[in-house]
């Protein structure tokens, strides 16, 4: 089966590249990056000389070439939807990893991305891609948006909870992220010397991500929940670290909370619980989630963690998992390396 990425020059994208190149069905045919179009890709990002010489050897062109069976799109929000709608006519099945698909109501994404939607026709059509929560909805999708990094951690660390009807709706998402979530583009809170050595919030009035985690949430739980979720940025390049609080809508103790995460996690290819909080560490490079819930000193409140690598689990890994859902594959196909470590 052969894919397309748009703009594969960015980290979601070249992180695409780097895991089909192992993947068993799906080859990677056509790539575009328009500001290096014309290039070989392995000339933008000479390791895949060493890595995948197949891959670097395709040539950047501003448009998708050739017969396509799943189309990637790595563009930014407003911007990925148009790109997408030739093959979305053309019944291409198309993950997009922007923000075009992820919220089901297009007032909500104007309000918070300040820009109306480009195709707001297509969101009744499209399907939140976390695929431990909407497996089946995805396999009989052709639109899927990828999930945000942030909703990513902070859903997982929570679904179970919700599902078990243990906590009320109102919880705190506290996360922490390394700066290649916010892409290659340069600004200035990127820069080494304003990152490095310091970790800061962002966007406590308000973050983009709080209305997936919104949206979703109240989903799973039949209702409105509440979410305040507050963003960190930490000076490592890969990882998320989300930490989740609510109140317990009943008694729970530690054993009871740890065999709910357990069974929701057991059934899962790429969900694993601990038995201590998890660490970014854990789980680098690779498509994996570590969750960890307890129950604090007071026997009230729930605190959940999750921790994923946000270039993989949080943009292309999920991205691999939703088209092999899709394309009727083995889901774990071309997901199966294992975390780095140290």
Same mark, same amino acid.
């Given at each position: 089966?052969?894919?397309?990425i748009i703009n594969a020059?960015?980290?979601?994208?070249?992180?695409?590249?780097?895991?089909l190149a192992?993947?068993?069905?799906?080859?990677?045919?056509?790539?575009?990056?328009? @500001?290096?179009?014309? $290039?070989?890709?392995?000339?933008?990002?000479?390791?895949?000389?060493?890595?995948?010489?197949?891959?670097?050897? =395709?040539?950047?062109?501003?448009?998708?070439?050739?017969?396509?069976?799943?189309?990637?799109?790595?563009?930014?929000?407003?911007?990925?939807?148009?790109?997408?709608?030739?093959?979305?006519?053309?019944?291409?099945?198309?993950?997009? %990893?922007?923000?075009?698909?992820?919220?089901?109501?297009?007032?909500?994404?104007?309000?918070?991305?300040?820009?109306?939607?480009?195709?707001?026709?297509? =969101?009744?059509?499209?399907? &939140?891609?976390?695929?431990?929560?909407?497996?089946?909805?995805?396999?009989?999708?052709?639109?899927?948006?990828?999930? !945000?990094? &942030?909703?990513?951690?902070?859903?997982?660390? =929570?679904?179970?909870?919700?599902?078990?009807?243990?906590?009320?709706?109102?919880?705190?998402?506290?996360?922490?992220?390394?700066? @290649?979530?916010?892409?290659?583009?340069? $600004?200035?809170?990127?820069?080494? @010397?304003?990152?490095?050595?310091?970790?800061?919030? &962002? @966007?406590?009035?308000?973050?983009?991500?709080?209305?997936?985690?919104?949206?979703?949430?109240?989903?799973?739980?039949? !209702?409105?929940?509440?979410?305040?979720?507050?963003?960190?940025?930490?000076?490592?390049?890969?990882?998320?670290? #989300?930490?989740?609080? #609510?109140?317990?809508?009943?008694? %729970?103790? !530690?054993?009871?909370?740890?065999?709910?995460?357990?069974?929701?996690?057991?059934?899962?290819?790429?969900?694993?619980?601990?038995?201590?909080?998890?660490?970014? $560490?854990?789980?680098?490079?690779?498509?994996?989630?570590?969750?960890? #819930?307890?129950?604090?000193?007071?026997?009230?409140?729930?605190?959940?963690?999750?921790?994923?690598?946000?270039?993989?689990?949080?943009?292309?890994?999920?991205?691999?998992?939703? #088209?092999? %859902?899709?394309?009727?594959?083995?889901?774990?196909?071309?997901? $199966?390396?294992?975390?780095?470590?140290?």
């Open positions: 089966m052969n894919a397309g020059t960015s980290y979601f994208g070249i992180e695409l590249v780097r895991l192992n993947h068993p069905e799906l080859n990677v045919t056509s790539v575009t990056g328009r @500001s290096q179009a014309g $290039k070989e890709l392995g000339e933008v990002f000479p390791h895949l000389r060493a890595t995948d010489p197949a891959a670097a050897g =395709l040539v950047l062109t501003p448009e998708l070439e050739g017969s396509l069976d799943i189309v990637f799109s790595c563009l930014p929000h407003a911007v990925s939807a148009p790109a997408l709608l030739p093959f979305i006519e053309a019944g291409v099945p198309v993950v997009d %990893v922007s923000a075009d698909f992820r919220l089901n109501d297009a007032a909500e994404f104007e309000r918070w991305y300040e820009v109306q939607h480009p195709a707001p026709v297509l =969101l009744g059509k499209a399907v &939140y891609g976390l695929t431990e929560i909407h497996r089946e909805a995805i396999r009989k999708a052709t639109i899927v948006g990828n999930p !945000g990094c &942030y909703p990513t951690a902070a859903i997982l660390a =929570l679904a179970p909870a919700i599902r078990a009807g243990i906590i009320e709706p109102d919880v705190i998402v506290d996360a922490k992220s390394g700066v @290649s979530g916010s892409g290659r583009s340069l $600004k200035l809170d990127n820069h080494y @010397s304003e990152v490095n050595e310091s970790v800061h919030a &962002y @966007s406590v009035g308000g973050h983009r991500h709080g209305a997936e985690m919104t949206q979703e949430l109240s989903l799973l739980a039949g !209702g409105p929940v509440a979410v305040n979720f507050v963003p960190h940025l930490v000076p490592m390049t890969r990882g998320i670290l #989300a930490t989740c609080y #609510a109140t317990l809508s009943r008694s %729970v103790d !530690g054993d009871e909370i740890a065999s709910i995460y357990r069974d929701f996690c057991e059934e899962e290819p790429f969900l694993f619980f601990t038995d201590t909080p998890p660490r970014t $560490k854990w789980v680098a490079g690779s498509n994996h989630c570590a969750i960890y #819930a307890t129950v604090d000193q007071t026997g009230w409140r729930l605190m959940a963690f999750a921790v994923i690598d946000n270039l993989v689990k949080g943009a292309a890994g999920q991205a691999v998992q939703n #088209a092999n %859902v899709m394309l009727g594959l083995d889901e774990t196909a071309g997901l $199966k390396a294992a975390p780095l470590f140290p």
